[in-house]
């Protein structure tokens, strides 16, 4: 059964077009909040559907989908952590966490569990409209390099598909993990700044670096490897990354 607190604003009569603004699902369980970014994100154009549990969500972006999620984490049914959880089982939609807790290592926890963004209660409607603008960009650039192959001793990156393998073994990247990892290959032994890839990667240059550590942890962890040791992906301290191949490789 449909949840009941599903709605769906500015909807198209049948059989027009489907609107050119993304269309964002809002999670909130408190009903003044909600109905204040329902109307913020109406008024600036976006179609808006609107959940106020974990389980709507997850019915939502399973089915009738979206093109971002506005998440709150306090949530009746299950905690927001959790419902992001899973999400993220089934699609890899954009989404920005609503959060009243102001807390480093929850914030981190949340970025590592796929969020792509997240704001600190209470937020305005203008931030709320450029944090979504920011994160639709990093979700939509389309701008590889000329070359689609990329290879950096036994690892190949394939724009063009958007896959990529170490030593022939596919890696499971998730699109943030993959544009990085592309953006890297493809100025191998070149040392590329926090702030460069906020500005070239995420499409955000004055995101959170916080998030780029969290997303080349995560990388590196799928590489196989730790920060203490090695093989592909150096850290160069107070300046930056590097990609470059192994002594050993092929």
């Known amino acids: 059964m449909p949840d009941p607190s599903a709605r769906l604003l500015a909807a198209p009569a049948p059989g027009t077009p489907r609107p050119a603004a993304p269309t964002v699902l809002v999670v909130e369980d408190d009903p003044f909040v909600r109905t204040v970014l329902i109307r913020h994100l109406t008024a600036a154009g976006h179609p808006v ?6 389980l709507g969500a997850l019915r939502e972006v399973a089915g ?14 299950l905690d927001g952590s ?23 290592n929850e ?10 963004d997240y704001l600190v209660k209470p937020f305005s409607g203008s931030h709320l409209s450029a944090r979504i ?34 030593d022939e073994a596919p890696l499971d990247l998730t699109r943030r993990e993959f ?11 070149t040392v590329v700044t926090r702030k460069q ?7 955000d240059s004055y995101g959170s670096v916080q998030t780029i550590d969290v ?36």
């Open 49 to 54: 559907r609107s959940v106020g549990t974990a």
């Open 64 to 77: 009738a989908g979206c093109d971002l999620v506005v998440l709150d984490l306090g949530l009746p049914d």
């Open 82 to 104: 959790d419902a992001l959880k899973m999400i993220r089982s089934v699609t890899d939609v954009p989404v920005i966490i609503s959060t009243a807790r102001d807390d480093e």
């Open 107 to 116: 914030i981190v926890r949340l970025l590592n569990d796929g969020a792509d």
């Open 133 to 166: 603008a920011a994160v639709l960009r990093r979700a939509t650039a389309a701008a590889p390099p000329v070359t689609h192959l990329l290879r950096v001793g036994g690892l190949l990156v394939d724009t063009r598909r958007r896959e990529a393998t170490l």
């Open 179 to 189: 544009d990085l990892l592309a953006h890297l290959a493809a100025r191998p032994g």
């Open 197 to 203: 890839i906020l500005a070239e990667v995420w499409q």
């Open 215 to 250: 997303h080349l942890s995560w990388l590196r962890r799928k590489l196989g490897e730790t920060p203490t040791a090695p093989r592909y992906l150096h850290t160069v301290r107070g300046v930056g990354f590097r990609l470059e191949p192994p002594p050993d490789a092929p």
